[in-house]
């Protein structure tokens, strides 16, 4: 697939004509005092100008990724391994979504997707006894706020009820206390079971399922909502709205930075100090007024437009560290500037994040137009091929109906790649490792 020329031969000697006369402007104004306000708007443009020339005289192919991580990425994991999906009654999964079908729709759906389609997979097996792995569906984010947001409160205690529903009616995870199952917990802070990380903190992992493999969205390096061996998975972003609004790849991309999203939350930290730990306050603060930065608080009908116009795209942390902007960035090939200290990346084992993206440290936030300013064209153009290949972009997306490649079978992938168990897993008849009493006096109560 090729994709676009970022502009063309005219565009270039338009722009430089224009970087001459900007040039020119800015010898006069230094006859006066106003230069000094002026001059960084004058340079700001110029090398925009200059970088969008160099830019416009290559073309991106998608470049199929070498080594060991492409070879990863494209694994068919069918016939690798077999799920034993568990049937759980409907309170724990199918009565959450109908009666709130907003479930579906916002980024923390992975749970009923992946359910839905382990299903329908051929990697399921109806016969327990040869399952490698053990699937239990609950739908811990399906309790919402009237706003849409999901409530963390009760989660523990419906998962805590299922696992002992599984105990009781099937031998298999006392055999192991979760050794060889997965659950699927989308939440911000997976499951430590909050939406701010001072409480996720002090909260930790819910202790039943310390043995367990969990499959989430939240990753961060040296974290205690992060257990080793956990699968990062990406943020649920609707396929087909988001495919719906390709444009046409010979549009160039003119726009340097972009961003739309929340720099302050008021209401829970005024001051920006705690949210995002400052980080989206200093953008704005520092590039409000940058004519590189097409940033915003307003989410435009445009948006996923504007994505396909522009190079880099911001993708800060903000109560959590990750977020729907970089599955977007990926899909419409604009580069993501991850702002986000220690985040541990969707698959991140088969995507090399580290060549496709830029990663910016919170505390040079202030320099970030001096980062990207100095990122040649031909390490952007690099990267764009890189985000042009159909098997990353496939792999960010829970396609519906699936397609090899797709985010369920990345997961699949991972959990082939734990195959075998280690033997230790197993436990000895009557043996017990989990402490059921461990954990807040709320989370002990029945469900």
């Known amino acids: 697939m090729e994709l676009a020329k970022v502009g063309s031969l005219v565009d270039c000697c338009i722009g430089i004509v224009v970087v001459e006369e900007i040039m020119g402007g800015f010898w006069k104004l230094r006859s006066n005092n106003s230069w000094r306000k002026n001059v960084s708007f004058l340079m700001s443009v110029g090398l925009l100008l200059l ?7 290559a073309t991106v192919h998608h ?9 990863v990425l494209e694994d068919n994991p069918i ?3 077999k799920v034993f999906v568990y049937e759980l009654p409907g309170r724990y ?20 997707f992946v359910h839905d389609f382990l299903l329908k997979s051929p990697v399921r097996t109806l016969d327990p006894k040869e399952a490698d792995w053990f699937y239990t569906p609950v739908y811990t984010t399906c309790d919402l706020t009237p706003n849409g947001l999901p409530l963390p409160f009760k989660s523990p205690r419906v998962m805590r009820s299922a696992i002992s529903y599984i105990s ?3 031998p298999f995870w006392n055999r192991t206390e979760g050794g060889d199952h997965f659950f699927v917990v989308p939440h911000d802070f997976g499951a430590c079971f909050h939406y701010q990380e001072e409480n996720a903190i002090e909260r930790g992992i819910l202790p039943v399922l310390k043995r367990a493999t969990l499959v989430q969205t939240f990753g961060q390096n040296h974290h205690v909502c992060l257990k080793e061996g956990s699968i990062v998975i990406p943020p649920y972003a609707p396929p087909e709205k988001m495919q719906s609004r390709f444009i046409p790849p010979s549009t160039p991309r003119s726009i340097f930075v972009y961003f739309r999203g929340l720099f302050y939350d008021i209401g829970n930290d ?14 704005w603060e520092n590039f409000k007024d940058n004519p590189l930065f097409d940033i915003s608080t307003q989410h435009t009908s445009m948006y996923y437009e504007d994505m396909q116009r522009a190079i880099f795209c911001l993708c800060p942390l903000g109560w959590a560290p990750w977020s729907p902007r970089l599955v977007e960035g990926v899909i419409f090939g604009c580069i993501p500037v991850i702002i986000a200290d220690d985040i541990v990346l969707p698959f991140a084992d088969a995507i090399p994040w580290e060549k496709i993206g830029v990663f910016v440290p919170e505390k040079e936030v202030h320099n970030l137009d001096k980062i990207l300013s100095l990122i040649s064209p031909e390490q952007v153009l690099e990267k764009q091929k890189l985000l042009a290949n159909p098997a990353i972009k496939q792999a960010m997306l829970f396609s519906q109906p699936t397609l090899p490649g797709d985010a369920f079978h990345q ?12 033997p230790h897993i197993y436990l000895k008849p009557g043996q017990r490792v989990l402490n059921w009493t461990e ?3 709320k989370d002990l109560k029945p469900w």
């Open 93 to 112: 999964n199918k009565k959450w979504l109908k009666r709130d079908p907003r479930c579906l729709t916002h980024m923390f759906a992975a749970e009923e």
């Open 168 to 170: 009781m009616y099937w």
């Open 79 to 81: 016939g690798r391994l």
């Open 439 to 441: 954990g807040h006096k």
């Open 63 to 71: 470049q199929r990724i070498s080594g060991s991580a492409g070879d």
């Open 411 to 422: 997961i699949l992938n991972g959990l082939a790649r734990k195959l075998p168990h280690d």
């Open 51 to 57: 970088f969008l020339c160099q830019l416009s005289l």
């Open 270 to 283: 005024p001051e920006g100090g705690y949210y995002a730990r400052g980080a989206r306050a200093a953008v």
